[in-house]
């Protein structure tokens, strides 16, 4: 489950990808995945091709399925870099 407190709406396209990634929960208010990108048909349908047999272990699962909104919350897509603020 993904919590971001001071969640706020993206602009443009960047709201839009985010929207699909990421819902609240309408009973506990909390931020939660809408699509896993694990389970995206590009992973599983291509897997043999990639030289898997088997499915994403749980948790390179749940690493793929958390990055995926971190990259678009933190991406600028003009510039095509993703920043990160160190503490």
Known sequence: MICIDNF???PGQMGH???RLVMKDKRT?????RQRMSRHPYFVRLREAAGRNRDFRPEKQSLY???????????DFATSV???KGS
């Open 65 to 75: 399925d958390s990055a995926w909104p971190l990259v678009i919350r933190r991406g």
């Open 8 to 10: 706020r709406r993206l």
């Open 17 to 19: 990808a985010m929207g």
């Open 29 to 33: 208010g909390k931020m939660m995945l």
């Open 82 to 84: 993703v920043t990160f």
